[in-house]
């Protein structure tokens, strides 16, 4: 219990050091993982509006590889948030025949209007995955990133596992090594260590990151 107590002083600390660097930062990146696709309806509607809240005036993005979609339903702005690995809402052919995706509800009888197979959810499970469906979000967001070089970055890596580390987890320790006014904080229940030559300039923290973030809005 006593070790619990010390890990949330420190996490308390680090949620003042956290706000102070959301003050001064150029851009904030925020990579969303596992953690958030894991945790309760109620629990993550409240910490999606935490990381709203977060990114009120600032030049933000944000990676999911959440696919539920719920990121969406909540007061984050769409245009500036990519799903690579896709988004229950979106439907494409269980076939591939077409790169067409359409909204959940779009096709009334779930039937491919190209070749009569039934649509599917366009995810990363579909097979195959058509990837059309995030490609122009992903392309703004490399685009973002590319602007980001040589400026106070605030990256916020929250509950990314190994189920797709070229997605967020690899390519933001890329951004912290090559951009020196960066700042990463790793924020993992799990997976939160830290390697090679970015720990100077990365926070690790053995927390929920759902939770870590909720907290952050009642932190005075």
């Not at 719920?70 to 984050?76: G, N, Q, V, Y």
């Not at 980001?148 to 967020?168: M, S, W, Y």
Request: proline share 4%; net charge negative; hydrophobic share 35%.
């Amino acid at each position: 219990m006593a070790e619990k107590t010390r890990n949330e002083t420190a996490a308390d600390e680090e949620l003042k050091t956290l706000r102070e660097r959301l003050k001064v930062c150029e851009f904030l990146l925020i990579g969303l993982g596992s953690e958030w696709e894991k945790a309760g309806g109620a629990e993550v509607q409240e910490a999606y509006r935490a990381l709203a809240s977060m990114t009120e005036g600032k030049d933000y993005f944000i990676v999911t590889t959440a696919k539920d979609a719920r990121i969406f339903e909540s007061p984050l702005d769409e245009a500036k948030i990519t799903a690579p690995c896709g988004n229950v809402n979106w439907l494409q052919c269980s076939k591939g025949c077409t790169k067409d995706i359409w909204e959940r509800g779009e096709v009334a009888d779930g039937i491919c209007p190209h070749c009569g197979a039934p649509l599917t959810e366009n995810t990363v499970l579909a097979n195959p995955y058509i990837e059309e469906g995030y490609l122009k979000s992903w392309n703004l967001y490399r685009e973002w990133l590319a602007g980001t070089l040589n400026h106070a970055l605030l990256i916020l890596e929250l509950g990314v596992d190994f189920k797709t580390p070229t997605v967020i987890r690899w390519p933001f320790e890329k951004t912290v090594f090559f951009n020196r006014k960066s700042h990463m904080y790793r924020i993992n229940q799990k997976f939160y260590q830290i390697v090679g030559d970015i720990q100077e300039r990365t926070v690790s923290i053995p927390q929920n990151s759902v939770g870590f973030i909720r907290n952050f809005a009642s932190c005075d």
